[in-house]
């Protein structure tokens, strides 16, 4: 989304840069080269021959199936409604006058970063509070939140709640007790995506190849036996994720799209970013178990007390990897709820950047508060429900 857009009053470029100029590019020159290597590196162990490469296909299999497609879907719902409502959330956000905090705290609980982002633009043009980008930043799980509904629903359904209750209570707490405004205009130019344009037929494919992914996800999570269905499910996912380490190794962004570009390319754009780190995760942890022979599990029972205050900091490092390996520790039994807890109350996903690049003092600062009520929930639940979920 262009901060621009929110800022009409302001003095804006005539035109915004587009996949096909020739600035756009080079924007990410060192950044596309890094991405190609690694995205070489990954279909590279998926062919090699060997219990190593036959893990890798089946991590990647489960990756797609039970994360990305289920991305795609969740992306192409809700930028598919955005566009055909012509909403716009950040204008949305100035009536709602005092029920901005909930509204601010509901667009953080959604998965992904993209609701949180419109709240911090949102600041940045006076649109709402402190306490609205407090609340929206602590309610968020980021993609993370992706990981933990389509793995395993039943903790979503309670991590994602308590989020967004501990999010409008902050968020009404720090707009009752912190009067100063910590917007920088000098940055509200700043871009936080570039145009892409036309719909590619890179996107095109994506969404053709997460269909069936989806199909097999969802069966997948009915317990279908994948034998079921041959290779399909193998040759589905392997192409969905060539594609997307495709898409995301040349692409021209850095984590986030532009509002203005397609539903079907922000879905592709996104999807393919997340699943990056969905992938790092999942081969991370099995090849560590796997190769290293090394027990995660013994390792951090020695220090279980520090573990919620470990993710915690975690939570405070910008971008949505970290989270989503906080995410998998805890699937896989290595890590308790009350880390997984802290970590979605304190991490700020994505959001984080255009927060820290427009109001860096307000980035910050809404960063410490929502850690406050990290340490208490998390600290709760280890002491008073260690065994819960």
């Not at 990756?63 to 809700?78: I, K």
């Not at 953080?108 to 006076?126: E, I, K, L």
């Not at 190769?291 to 573990?307: E, K, P, T």
Request: aromatic share 12%; glycine share 8%.
């Amino acid at each position: 989304m262009s901060v621009q857009d929110q800022f009409p009053a302001k003095k804006a470029p005539a035109t915004l840069p587009s996949a096909g100029s020739a600035t756009v590019p080079d924007m990410l020159g060192p950044f596309r080269v890094k991405r190609l290597m690694i995205a070489l590196l990954v279909l590279v162990l998926a062919v090699i021959p060997g219990h190593m490469g036959e893990l890798t296909r089946t991590l990647l299999t489960d990756a797609y199936v039970q994360v990305s497609a289920f991305v795609a879907a969740t992306l192409m719902l809700f930028y598919g409604a955005e566009k055909v409502f012509k909403f716009d959330l950040g204008v949305a956000l100035k009536g709602a006058k005092g029920f901005q905090v909930p509204a601010a705290a509901i667009l953080g609980a959604t998965p992904g970063c993209g609701g949180a982002v419109v709240v911090v633009a949102a600041y940045s043009s006076g649109n709402v509070g402190l306490g609205a980008v407090v609340a929206a930043l602590t309610a968020t799980m980021g993609d993370a939140a992706f990981l933990l509904i389509a793995t395993r629903p039943d903790v979503a359904v309670v991590v994602l709640p308590i989020s967004l209750a501990v999010g409008i209570i902050t968020g009404y707490l720090v707009d009752l007790f912190e009067k100063r405004d910590y917007r920088d205009s000098a940055k509200a130019q700043c871009e936080l995506a570039p145009l892409i344009g036309t719909t590619r037929t890179k996107d095109y494919l994506y969404l053709a190849l997460a269909i069936p992914g989806l199909f097999f996800g969802i069966n997948q999570l009915f317990q279908v036996d994948f034998a079921t269905f041959g290779h399909a499910p193998l040759i589905i996912s392997l192409a969905g994720v060539a594609t997307g380490l495709y898409i995301w190794a040349t692409s021209p962004l850095q984590a986030m799209t532009h509002q203005q570009d397609s539903p079907v390319t922000r879905m592709a754009e996104e999807t393919s970013f997340i699943s990056i780190w969905v992938i790092f995760a999942y081969l991370a942890y099995d090849y560590f178990m796997t190769f290293a022979g090394f027990d995660l599990a013994n390792a951090f029972s020695s220090i279980a007390i520090a573990l919620p205050l470990l993710a915690i900091l975690i939570g405070f490092v910008p971008g949505c990897g970290p989270q989503v390996l906080v995410t998998t520790l805890y699937i896989n039994g290595i890590v308790p709820f009350s880390a997984l807890i802290g970590n979605a109350i304190s991490n700020d996903g994505d959001a984080l950047f255009p927060a820290i690049a427009l109001n860096p003092k307000a980035a910050i600062l809404a960063t410490a508060y929502s850690a406050i009520p990290a340490v208490i929930v998390a600290y709760g639940f280890y002491f008073f429900a260690p065994n819960f979920l």
